[in-house]
């Protein structure tokens, strides 16, 4: 395990130390060592890197929308989309490597942008003047139908790692394309369950948030208008 590779690297950089050797000379190389770094990068992955990716993605759709329900929305289903494909992970190749421990921060990132296109739909269908329900199953219909394309790509695109002749290539492949397809279908069904029980919210362009969600559409008029007179 990591803890013997490194110990065994420690025990002789101290040695050349004990020789006459700089601390700044000794240069760490071969398969020791290059073990011991890759199950520290692995372990860092899952215990740091992950938590503080979802810290960022949970504050940026709270300063997107600057409501609590969108940020439980939005957990629950990214969540149980990591949960799920870090099973089937598991399951796949029981030993997890540097590249596997990056699935749980994709999937969550993946996850995240499903609901936010769901949750935002919503939003403009209400203040559009359409009742809750016609709200959320036109939402859910419209971001659906664009997110099961890009989902479908993205699948394949990562499904064909496994064409590369190497297990964790493959392996990465296949967990990455089911985490992809995992989090779209939890998004289609748990984010309009949820939409449906949280009481129905106030204006989207109401206060700072509204002032967000103004200057992007006009950025994004100016960039359009931009383009389309000077293509």
Same mark, same amino acid.
């Given at each position: 395990?990591?803890?013997?590779? $490194?110990?065994?690297?420690?025990?002789?950089?101290?040695?050349?130390?004990?020789?006459?050797?700089?601390?700044?000379?000794?240069?760490? !190389?071969?398969?020791?060592?290059?073990?011991?770094?890759?199950?520290?990068?692995?372990?860092?992955?899952?215990?740091?890197?992950? &938590? %503080? *990716?979802? %810290?960022?993605?949970? %504050?940026? =759709?709270?300063?997107?929308?600057?409501?609590?329900?969108? *940020?439980? =929305?939005?957990?629950?289903?990214?969540?149980?989309? /990591?949960?799920?494909?870090?099973?089937?992970?598991?399951?796949?190749? &029981?030993?997890?490597?540097?590249?596997?421990?990056?699935?749980?921060?994709?999937?969550?990132?993946?996850?995240?942008? #499903? *609901? +936010?296109?769901?949750?935002?739909?919503?939003?403009?269908?209400?203040?559009?003047?359409?009742?809750?329900?016609?709200?959320?199953?036109?939402?859910?219909?419209? =971001?659906?139908?664009?997110?099961?394309?890009?989902?479908?790509?993205?699948? +394949?695109?990562?499904?064909?790692?496994?064409?590369?002749?190497?297990?964790? @290539?493959?392996?990465?492949? /296949?967990?990455?394309?089911? !985490?992809?397809?995992?989090?779209?279908?939890?998004?289609?069904?748990?984010? &309009?369950?949820?939409?449906?029980? @949280?009481?129905? &919210?106030? #204006?989207?362009?109401?206060?700072?948030? !509204?002032?967000? $969600?103004?200057?992007?559409?006009?950025?994004? %008029?100016?960039?359009?208008?931009?383009?389309?007179?000077?293509?």
């Amino acid at each position: 395990n990591r803890a013997v590779y $490194q110990a065994q690297v420690e025990r002789l950089r101290a040695q050349l130390g004990e020789v006459g050797f700089a601390e700044d000379e000794i240069h760490s !190389g071969g398969l020791m060592a290059i073990l011991a770094e890759i199950m520290k990068v692995s372990r860092d992955n899952l215990l740091y890197m992950f &938590p %503080l *990716v979802t %810290l960022c993605l949970l %504050l940026a =759709v709270y300063l997107m929308f600057g409501r609590l329900w969108p *940020v439980i =929305v939005t957990t629950t289903s990214a969540l149980i989309a /990591v949960l799920w494909t870090a099973s089937f992970t598991i399951l796949l190749e &029981p030993k997890v490597n540097i590249l596997m421990s990056i699935l749980p921060t994709f999937v969550m990132i993946i996850s995240f942008s #499903d *609901v +936010v296109h769901i949750c935002s739909a919503y939003l403009l269908n209400l203040d559009a003047g359409e009742e809750k329900e016609d709200a959320i199953t036109s939402a859910t219909v419209e =971001v659906g139908a664009a997110c099961l394309l890009t989902s479908i790509t993205t699948a +394949v695109g990562f499904y064909a790692l496994t064409f590369v002749p190497a297990p964790a @290539f493959s392996n990465l492949g /296949v967990a990455a394309s089911v !985490g992809v397809v995992l989090a779209y279908a939890l998004a289609m069904v748990i984010v &309009p369950i949820c939409l449906a029980i @949280f009481p129905t &919210p106030k #204006d989207f362009y109401a206060g700072r948030v !509204g002032w967000v $969600q103004r200057a992007l559409e006009r950025m994004l %008029l100016g960039l359009a208008d931009l383009t389309t007179s000077r293509p």
